[in-house]
């Protein structure tokens, strides 16, 4: 896995392929991993890059971020590397760094994928779990809050019938550190309301979202597609909020029907 250092941290990410960049962000508490499938996919034909955020996967160490310094992470290094513009793609929290890279560095875009995510910022309930949360991770570590969302993040067909996916998804959470998880529950907490930003996106957006989404439900994504000019909107069967680990293929067709429709534009 590459490493290249921006704005003071040693960044890992996966890369593969040639072509136009797709860069996909991880959502929380995840890792570049949780792409396998779409790196393995989408290469055959473009170059895809999902890089490791700050403070989690093999970007260590801990350090405080919000989501709008994420976003400023994540132009810095495809800057770097040479991957701008591209199709930005973000998972949850990933897509909240999707929108605030979209609202700082729009031309850097062409286009966006909003998967599993919302655009508003936290609701004071949703603050007070974030509080509850960090409570959590100080009485029994990272595995305080994968115990807290683990059965909210899966659809009953992938509880069932993909104990792969389940066991794979909960060794990639509770593998972040403890310090990041803090840190990064605060800058969800924190995070700006980016639904204002969406009438006025001037790139094609795609929308993603699992039917059985309970974190970030199709609600949501139904409602980012009303503010949106254009958008197209992918509801993922037997998929809940981890839709592209549930239900890789069906998510990778949609993002490469998307990308498809970029080039010929
Ligand atoms: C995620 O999947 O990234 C998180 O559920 C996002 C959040 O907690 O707001």
Redesign the pocket.
Known sequence: MPTTTVNNVAFHYQERGRGVPIVLL???P?DSRMWDAQVESLSDRYRVITPDLRGFGGSLPPAPFTVASFADDVHALLKQIGALPCLLGG????G?ISLAFARKYPSDLLGLALI???SEG?TSA?KENRAKMIRLVDENGTKGVVEE?FPR?LADFTITQRPDVVRRLREIMESQHPQTVKHALVA?RDREDYSGDLPSLRVPALIIVGEQDA??PPVLAEGMGKAIRNPTLAVIPRAG?MAPMEQPEEVTLALRRFAEQLAVR
């Not at 998972?91 to 990933?94: D, K, L, V, Y």
Request: a negative charge; glycine letters at 16%; charged letters at 15%.
């Open positions: 991880h959502g929380f995840l998972f949850s929290m990933g909240y599993d995510t919302r936290d949703g969302m993040m969800l974190i970030t909020h």
